[in-house]
Structures are given as structure tokens and as C-alpha cells.
């Protein structure tokens, strides 16, 4: 409300008419289509994108402000301007996601490259669109995914969070909680009565991307049948994960009713060889007793037929567990949904480092040092 009235007091809805005559120059119209797309999208890194997407908008102006900092003859001069490279890095990291994201959107699903036409392909019966597309949306979800702990060794060293030793410990979803506590969850000392609120801000996109302290993001209680991001990362990275054709996906699915009843029936089985040998065993022990070997032999054939039965029940149970978690399957709708959130997400995560830097600075204390404000130079383009 303080800034309502002093925006009121200060300006005229008149005089942001401008916004809509301003023009961006372009140099290709695919470069004005890409421009009109960020936009209107609303992926630019500026506040402004978030209520307008209007021309001046085209620009992803936040930055760092300039630090105060001692004379120390010991820092080369890329090193005094770190924190400023790094952040044109996540920036650049983020932009170059952005531009995979456009440029995949206007390849057709069914489209051949001459990039992985040096091999024949196995039709899996999966129907996976493994072209240039698909490469796209795997390579730009990578990038997006490993901003998140970019941010936070950026914000774990700026803020000192934890000595130098426990680098390789810093994750996302380690700086907001005490790396000496073990598996007990615990918030951060330096954080958790911090009145930065950007930091907060960055706490709940990390609720949203990983699981937090056992709660559920609240993407997961809008759509509980969408893959997790985690679940779609550690897929693309460490298995396999494959981006199906929507209608292909319904084809690949539309024998699952059959596939669980089989299953279903194998663990019936299952439970019947195991209760069938329990009462088998006790027939074999009183033909034991009795000294009767001929039952006793008849009885122990019998017993290596349930075995075996058994046995071929639960290796088709592992086989199917075995190969139908090997890879996980999404549709190219969810997959694309689920990158536009993740970009969107990363975005604001950028944004929200920059705007916590701003409030760090502007509040830090002057305790008596001897300091020379540093400008940021910029490359000539």
C-alpha cells in the first residue's frame, strides 16, 4: 500500500503509453519471432515480463548491482568481478535453454536430421521420438535442472553459508539446511531467521522441484500424475527416458489392464507354491518320521515341481519390475508442460538471486573498513 501511494503520487497511467509504440530492432524475422515468443511467454529476465509483454519488455536487464569492496592486491582482476561473471553465466545458461526450447517447438515430431542418421535405429515399439526435437527438450531441461545448484553454490559462497570443505555437499536442497545435522532436517543458521524474503523466495521453488523435509510440492497436489522433476532429471541422466508421441503413448498403454491382470496372476501364484510347499513340508517331516520312503521320495518330486514353479513365477514378477522401471516414459505434451514450469521456475530463481544480492548489499553494515566501490564493466556488443 506504501508503494501504491507513492506510485499514485509520482505518476499517470499516461505516462507508460510509450510501453506499446516501442519497437525492438531485429535482424531476421526469426530473431523477432523468438523476441515475441520470450515474451509473451513471459520468460525474459525483468519484472516488467510478469504484467507486460509489450516490446520494452525484450530484455533480460537484471543484473548484480555494483559492490563495495577492500583493496586486496592478492585478487587478479576476474577474480574481484566474480560474483558479476558467474551471474552473466547462469544467465547465459538460461538463455541458451530458452532459445532450445523455441527452436524444438517448430520441429516436427516425425522430422529426420543428419546428426544420429549414422546408425539404423531400433524400432522399440515404444514409440519414442528420438530426432533433434527431442535432443532439444533433453538438452534444455539438463541445463535448466543444473541452475538450481548453480544458484545455490553461488549463494552458499556469497553468504558464506558453509566453509569451503563442504563444496561438494552444496546442492539446491542442501544451503537451506545444516550440512553437520546429519539425516535430521534442519534449517540453516545463517537463513532461518534471515529477512531477505528472496531467499525465502528461493526456498519454496526449491519445495516445488524436490522433495522438502517430506512435504508434497504443491505441483504434485495440482496434478499427482505428472512426473516429479527429480524423477525426470535423474532419468535423463543416470537411466533411460524416453519422450513418446502422445497418441503413441495411448498405444503403449493400452494393453496395461492385460499386463496387470498377469501380473496379479503370477503373484497369485505365487502365494499359492509358497503356501502349498509350507504344508508340503510338514508332510515330508511326519513322512520323515514314520520312516515311509516311498512317500517321502513321492512327496520330495512334488516339492521340487512347486520349486520350480516358484522359481519361474517370481523371475518373470523381477523381469517385469526389472524392465518396466528401466525407463521412464512421458508423453511430449507433460514433457513440454513440465520444461515450460521448469524454465519458468528457473527463471524466477535467477531473478531472486539477483534481487537478494540487491537487498544484501543495500543492508550490509558499515563497520569502519576502508572500501572502493567497484563498477561493472561490459563487453561492447
Known amino acids: 500500500m506504501n508503494f501504491k ?3 499514485e503520487d509520482n505518476f499517470k497511467p499516461e505516462d507508460f503509453d510509450y510501453f506499446e509504440s516501442f ?8 530473431q523477432g519471432d523468438y523476441l515475441k515468443w520470450c515474451g509473451d511467454s513471459k520468460l525474459f529476465i525483468n519484472d516488467l515480463n510478469d504484467v507486460c509483454v509489450s516490446e520494452i519488455v525484450y530484455q533480460d536487464i537484471m543484473t548484480l548491482p555494483s559492490f563495495s569492496q577492500q583493496i586486496n592486491l592478492a585478487l587478479s582482476m576476474h577474480e574481484e568481478l566474480m560474483y558479476h561473471g558467474n551471474f552473466d553465466e547462469l544467465k547465459n545458461d538460461y538463455c541458451y535453454a530458452r532459445y532450445l526450447i523455441f527452436s524444438a517447438k517448430s520441429i516436427p515430431g516425425d522430422h529426420d536430421h543428419f546428426f544420429n542418421k549414422t546408425y539404423p535405429h531400433v524400432d522399440d515399439m515404444s514409440h519414442s521420438i528420438t530426432n533433434l526435437k527431442a535432443s532439444h527438450y533433453k538438452s534444455a531441461f539438463r541445463t535448466l535442472y543444473s541452475l538450481f545448484d548453480k544458484i545455490a553454490y553461488f549463494i552458499n559462497r556469497f553468504f558464506e553459508l558453509n566453509d569451503i570443505e563442504y563444496d561438494h555437499k552444496i546442492s539446491f536442497d542442501s544451503i537451506f539446511r545444516e550440512l553437520k545435522g546429519g539425516n535430521n532436517w534442519k534449517p540453516h543458521s545463517k ?3 534471515s529477512q531477505n524474503c528472496f531467499i525465502h523466495a528461493l526456498f519454496y521453488i526449491l519445495k516445488d522441484i524436490r522433495d522438502v523435509k517430506g512435504s508434497t510440492s ?3 497436489w495440482l496434478d499427482p500424475d505428472a512426473k516429479a522433476f527429480f524423477e525426470i532429471r535423474n532419468a535423463i541422466e543416470h537411466r533411460s527416458l524416453k519422450i513418446v508421441d502422445d497418441f503413441g503413448y495411448t498405444l503403449t498403454q493400452s494393453d496395461k489392464a492385460f499386463r496387470q491382470s498377469q501380473l496379479e496372476k503370477l503373484n497369485g501364484d505365487i502365494k499359492s507354491f509358497e503356501a502349498q510347499l509350507q504344508d508340503l513340508y510338514g508332510e515330508i517331516a511326519l513322512a520323515k ?3 515311509n520312503d516311498d512317500l517321502k521320495a513321492e512327496l520330495e518330486t512334488k516339492k521340487q515341481l512347486l520349486d520350480e514353479g516358484l522359481r519361474r513365477a517370481q523371475l ?5 519390475q526389472k524392465l ?3 525407463s521412464v516414459l512421458i508423453k511430449e505434451s507433460e514433457f513440454e508442460s513440465r520444461l515450460m514450469t521448469l524454465m519458468k521456475l528457473a527463471r524466477n530463481s535467477v531473478m531472486y538471486l539477483s534481487l537478494a544480492i540487491h537487498v544484501e548489499e543495500k543492508n550490509k553494515p558499515d563497520n569502519g573498513a576502508l572500501m572502493m566501490p567497484k563498477e561493472v564493466p561490459l563487453k561492447k556488443i
Request: glycine share 0%; proline share 0%.
Open 289 to 291: 518320521k514314520a520312516q
Open 316 to 320: 518373470k514378477v523381477y523381469e517385469q
Open 218 to 220: 504443491v505441483s504434485r
Open 23 to 30: 519497437e525492438e530492432e531485429v535482424e531476421t524475422r526469426k
Open 191 to 193: 537463513l532461518k531467521d
Open 324 to 326: 518396466s522401471s528401466h
Open 5 to 7: 501511494a507513492w506510485f
